[in-house]
């Protein structure tokens, strides 16, 4: 039996995918910390933006979707794979030259049913990842999905 690490992301098994958030999420409030370097406010704005991009942390593993993220304070949520109901790939114009785009993630989480993993690279595939992922996990819990829908 193995004793996890105080703060460390549950991991339940092996970690299918990892990914981060790009700088250019946050494109507009960079351009903003370079204005205001002068006035030194700028230098502090650009560390934290340079923070809050490496604290956020996207990760697929064999059974969970899980991310965390905050600068002071350190938040991780959830999603087991076998209650994503529908995954969306996004690609903004802005982001598009760069290969970066969302994925959104449709749940039956109850607290926050959509999810954005925002600004990620190869959006297509990270969204092709995480299905196989859902649909394996629907397999192996004997998960069907039932659709009531009236016209």
Avoid at 13 to 40: E, M
Avoid at 71 to 92: G, K, S, W
Avoid at 115 to 132: D, I, M
Wanted: include cysteine; proline fraction near 5%.
């Amino acid at each position: 039996m193995s004793v996890q690490a105080r703060g460390a992301v549950p991991l339940d098994t092996d970690t299918v995918w990892t990914g981060r958030p790009s700088h250019w999420l946050w494109f507009n409030q960079w351009c903003l910390a370079v204005l205001t370097i002068p006035l030194v406010a700028g230098i502090f704005w650009a560390l934290y933006l340079v923070a809050r991009q490496r604290t956020t942390i996207y990760r697929i593993t064999h059974e969970r979707l899980l991310w965390q993220s905050g600068v002071f304070t350190r938040r991780t949520e959830q999603i087991e794979l076998y209650r994503v109901r529908d995954i969306a790939a996004e690609e903004p114009f802005a982001l598009r030259p760069f290969g970066l785009g969302h994925v959104i993630v449709y749940s039956t989480d109850a607290s926050d049913p959509v999810k954005r993993l925002a600004a990620v690279q190869h959006p297509q595939a990270v969204a092709e990842t995480l299905r196989s992922q859902v649909e394996h996990q629907r397999r192996a819990r004997g998960i069907r999905t039932i659709e009531m829908g009236g016209t």
